[in-house]
């Protein structure tokens, strides 16, 4: 069983930046970052997978968010730049263990962390 624990969240402006930590207890094979706002089904934002190679993400996203990770910490990152009210939500962390692939599918994921509030107010 790998714990995850996000941090990083907060009220920021938009235009302004934030960035998310996601601390793992264990060996995560891949790590996707999703958000959830109120009313609303959770969504992929970001994945990685462990070779550093593998990233992706979602359109609304692209060229203002960044995710990466520090395999020897266990720890992923979401550098969050230009973010509008839009963005405002849960941000939840999910990692998988060897074998199991990522996307951004919440389904397809197997351990989650607790989440971590982000409000951007225009």
């Known amino acids: 069983q790998v714990q995850l624990v996000e941090s990083g969240g907060g009220s920021v402006q938009a235009g302004g930046s934030l960035r998310l930590s996601c601390a793992a207890s264990?060996?995560?094979?891949?790590v996707g970052w999703f958000r959830q706002a109120p009313g609303k089904e959770r969504g992929g934002v970001a994945l990685i997978y462990r070779d550093g190679v593998n990233i992706a993400y979602v359109d609304s996203v692209k060229g203002r968010f960044t995710i990466s990770q520090d395999n020897a910490k266990n720890t992923a990152y979401l550098q969050m730049n230009s973010l509008q009210p839009e963005d405002s939500a849960e941000y939840y962390c999910?990692?998988?263990?060897?074998?199991?692939?990522?996307?951004?599918?919440?389904?397809?994921?197997?351990?989650w962390g607790q989440g971590t509030q982000v409000t951007v107010s225009s």
């Open positions: 264990g060996y995560a094979y891949c």
């Open positions: 999910a990692a998988n263990p060897r074998g199991s692939l990522c996307s951004f599918f919440p389904q397809s994921y197997k351990y």
